[in-house]
């Protein structure tokens, strides 16, 4: 039997989700709902339906479960609690410092519908965290280092498109090569967040534009470049089409930590990807099915992936894995 | 409440898991049990007793789990269901092609006791299998790759002790850094066992004995050694004592899969370990207490580390767990 898969959202992450559920062959695409005019929008799968979320509201959707890809600013904190009443639901909600009061919202209200709800699912929150858990409980007496990139980072890139007389950006966030090395040998340092990453934008201005402000507006903004050591690229249209079309990303979780006197170990876990949505998507999709299962024995509440055997993400049996993955 | 622990055996692993209970305040060390006279064995840990087997065997022992540190080639696949009867028990059995059956052996025995088994804890099977797994269900189109060391292999070490004219043996493994390299850019490669690991060999000889023929019988030794290329050099029991006291190890899971045609992802996986036993000894402790927390729930049976989720691992209670690792 399928899983069925209703996606809420069309954005970079809603057709990262629909490509992944194109490398499950147990996982089945039911339709994708918009908050558009459906008729406006193409998908990318043939024969499945694109709906308005109106129809989602009524609550007899013919889905196992709703992988909602909003934002974490202003959609997911209304979204996942008002659909986990009605569904099965899973989202990437990242903003770190209001995971507490996301989840309990939706606890809830899956609760409440006797549904299940996964939230913050994804790279990071997701398998970065279960990482620094998995490292953290093996080795208590440590220290865990997130590093991010080289990738693009949308929420940078988009806080530059805000300046005035720009028309496009692209933000890299880079690790610092020295601080990855003192990490992975084992030191333990201490690190200012200018000491692990470093900033570099390409930027399309309008023709004329005063490119020293633009360059030193970027610079100063608080919170999103200031803190960091940052370079700005001028580049035409033609070569930001050509040369940062994609969305890679990705990074490492570092754990250092010992087992007795002296006796040190180093963790690594590290993702390089081609397509941040993509991953995410594919990240969604498997998450989405442990939801289902785990709804089918009963269970009910909001999840994180802390709460997630790592079984109930594969399709495959728990015979098989046993005898040929562990 | 603290966990109350009884180790099995009292080699390099059960030494291991002695220390990983000293780093967790919640996990108390009640009695090493040995099968050897009990008066002859001195422990790490001051005011704890050394007991017989023989008292483990009338089932009223005050543990919460027992971990069993035997070998898999005979102690574990007897010790491992015979315990699980009267103890909730886990190990680190890592014959892979049996770990089907002794996973029903210990599973029929824990569920009729009404306790928890789990087997095959620590890196690999352990850690290693866990993000196998991860990444198949992440991404199920790509290809697990699986390297070990540089690090001490005591098999191998011992397969040459037991050469004649052989007082002492170190062999490390090693992955080779050009196949590492392809598996690392994503390019798939069909690795040849010789391709990925080569071996090498700090020998100690005795006085007058023919070198050549020993260097000889550890190239040529089948199984072991004949598939590999394998470097041997002769040392004094001086030199083995000064530079290859430690039992380091360590490798990597690459997994690269591609979420859509032409989106390639590489996740990695690696450990560097100053202490192999000490290292698989805090993975046991830490799944310990997963055993003893779902023994608890009412959950019994034999378990891998496929079916515990991560939360369970840890002392961190869950709220703080999504507050601040999430």
């Avoid at 979320?53 to 709703?66: P, R, V």
């Avoid at 033609?238 to 754990?255: K, N, Q, T």
């Avoid at 007795?260 to 876990?269: A, F, P």
Wanted: glycine letters at 8%; one cysteine or more; proline letters at 5%.
């Amino acid at each position: 039997m399928t899983i069925k898969i209703g996606i809420l959202g069309y954005g970079n992450l809603g057709r990262g989700v629909e490509a992944a559920v194109k490398m499950n062959g147990d996982l089945e695409l039911k339709a994708v709902y918009t908050r558009r005019d459906p008729s406006q929008l193409k998908i990318n799968t043939e024969g499945v339906p694109v709906k308005s979320t109106a129809e989602l509201d009524k609550g007899n959707e013919d889905i196992d479960i709703l992988v909602i890809c909003g934002g974490s600013a202003t959609d997911l904190p209304a979204m996942t609690p008002k659909y986990a009443a009605l569904y099965n639901v899973i989202d990437s909600f990242d903003t770190h410092a209001n995971i507490p009061v996301h989840f309990e919202n939706v606890d809830k209200a899956a609760k409440a519908a006797g549904k299940v709800g996964i939230i913050s699912c994804g790279w990071d929150p997701g398998m970065f965290s279960v990482n620094r858990l998995y490292s953290t409980a093996i080795l208590p007496c440590g220290e865990a280092y997130t590093f991010w990139g080289k990738g693009v980072s949308q929420g940078h890139s988009d806080a530059v498109r805000r300046i005035d007389g720009v028309l496009d950006c692209r933000q890299y966030t880079i690790p610092v090569p020295a601080a990855l090395e003192r990490v992975r040998n084992g030191e333990n340092p201490e690190l200012t967040t200018r000491e692990k990453h470093t900033r570099e934008c390409f930027v399309v201005a309008e023709e004329g534009a005063d490119l020293e402000r633009i360059e030193n507006e970027i610079k100063t903004m608080p919170n999103y470049f200031s803190d960091y050591d940052t370079t700005v690229h001028f580049i035409t249209a033609e070569e930001m089409a050509r040369d940062h079309s994609g969305l890679p990303h990705g990074g490492s979780v570092i754990y250092s930590g010992t087992s007795s006197e002296g006796t040190k170990h180093v963790i690594e876990y590290s993702l390089k990807l081609d397509s941040n949505p993509e991953f995410t998507g594919s990240v969604l999709a498997a998450y989405a099915r442990a939801a289902v299962r785990l709804n089918k024995e009963g269970k009910t509440g909001a999840m994180t992936v802390f709460d997630i055997a790592p079984a109930y993400l594969s399709a495959i049996p728990a015979d098989e894995l046993r005898a040929h993955y562990l």
